[in-house]
């Protein structure tokens, strides 16, 4: 059971880079999101999605896109990235009022 | 719109007890508790969905006060596989969406 599925591991990017960082999930769960961890702010919520074509912003989303063309699928892109992106981020898919299961998340670093 | 989470750290012995408080300003549909261990994903605990509910298994339990808009995580008897960093979740629901928001941690450090 692969679960979900996050890549790259690690990413070092320069200022201005565009990147997209993968996730995917076998799990057919409708609700998925991406979270970003820093030290001492927890795991804020970049974006959601809860289903194909369906995404809403969360609390940070200034800076990245999102598309959910799949179930499977749903892929953050960070059009010209800047050293405040550089973090952790989490990938995150469930159903409905249920259980989160997190990829092994992606550490970016932005130069 | 994240949680509050109540202490950022505690430090135990073995064996010893501890409570972590969770706060919201806005309505609870629902809260999840999670751990995170240094360098890994968050771990889902459990999920409390009715006011007044208490869940648990074991030596870990939470419950959830919806018109105070509070949960709490208990920890009895803490072994050292407890320790890590506790996470609160709350979903809020807006046009039919679930939107999760998670405090900003608790690190647990269980000591021999």
């Known amino acids: 059971n692969a679960g979900v599925t996050q890549t790259p591991k690690f990413q070092v990017l320069k200022t201005g880079q565009s990147m997209t960082l993968q996730c995917a999930q076998d799990m057919n769960h409708e609700y998925m999101s991406w979270y970003r961890q820093d030290p001492g702010m927890g795991l804020r919520l970049i974006h959601y999605?809860?289903?194909?074509?369906?995404?809403d912003q969360g609390e940070v989303p200034n800076g990245y896109n999102v598309s959910r063309s799949t179930t499977e699928d749903f892929p953050l892109r960070l059009l010209s990235a800047a050293p405040s992106q550089t973090s952790v981020y989490f990938c995150?898919?469930?159903?409905?009022?249920?259980?989160?299961?997190f990829g092994e998340g992606s550490r970016l670093t932005v130069l | 719109q994240q949680p509050v989470q109540s202490p950022q750290a505690v430090i135990l012995r073995e064996g010893e007890d501890a409570v972590i408080n969770c706060s919201s300003s806005?309505?609870?549909?629902?809260v999840h508790w999670y751990r995170q261990k240094h360098g890994e994903a968050p771990v889902f605990l459990m999920i409390?969905?009715?006011?007044?509910e208490q869940k648990g298994h074991e030596k870990i339990s939470a419950s959830f006060n919806e018109k105070k808009q509070q949960s709490s995580l208990y920890l009895t008897a803490s072994q050292l596989s407890y320790s890590g960093t506790y996470f609160c979740g709350t979903e809020k629901r807006r046009n039919n969406f679930n939107k999760f928001y998670f405090g900003s941690g608790t690190k647990l450090n269980v000591k021999p």
């Open positions: 999605s809860v289903g194909a074509g369906i995404t």
């Open positions: 409390l969905l009715k006011g007044g």
């Open positions: 995150a898919s469930g159903v409905g009022a249920g259980e989160l299961f």
């Open positions: 806005k309505a609870l549909y629902s």
